[in-house]
């Protein structure tokens, strides 16, 4: 009996529409040199716990990209190393970028069609 294949389009599209996002905020924004001086390791760290948890996930809504960064926000308060204001904003930034993670999963999934 032949196995059935698992498509996999959902975690694609997330990890395709994160992947735009990283990109967008290092090179595509603009003030994107800015922030390739600003960005300290332990916001690389963050940004990368918030692409795997998004991995994770079957479909990617407003409401749970929201929820993973107020986790990874929660993680990250604690350290004594990371400045809260520095925390805020990167947070800020991130649900700030929701529109454009949205168009590229639209994108994307007129491609796939």
């Known amino acids: 009996m032949p ?36 960005a300290k390791a332990w916001m690389l760290r963050a940004k990368a716990e918030v692409l795997d948890k998004a991995e994770k996930l ?7 990209y929201d929820r993973m ?7 990250y308060k604690k350290m004594k190393s990371v400045n809260s204001g520095e925390l805020a904003e990167l947070a ?3 649900k700030g970028h929701w529109k454009d993670i949205e168009k590229g999963f639209r994108d994307e999934s007129k491609k796939k069609k």
């Open 3 to 38: 196995k059935k294949k698992k498509h996999h389009t959902g975690k694609k599209l997330v990890t395709a529409g994160l992947a735009t996002l990283g990109m967008y905020l290092l090179y595509g924004a603009e003030n994107a040199k800015k922030n390739r001086k600003v």
């Open 58 to 64: 079957k479909e990617l809504d407003k409401g749970d």
């Open 69 to 75: 960064i107020s986790d990874v926000q929660k993680k």
């Open 92 to 94: 800020k930034e991130l």
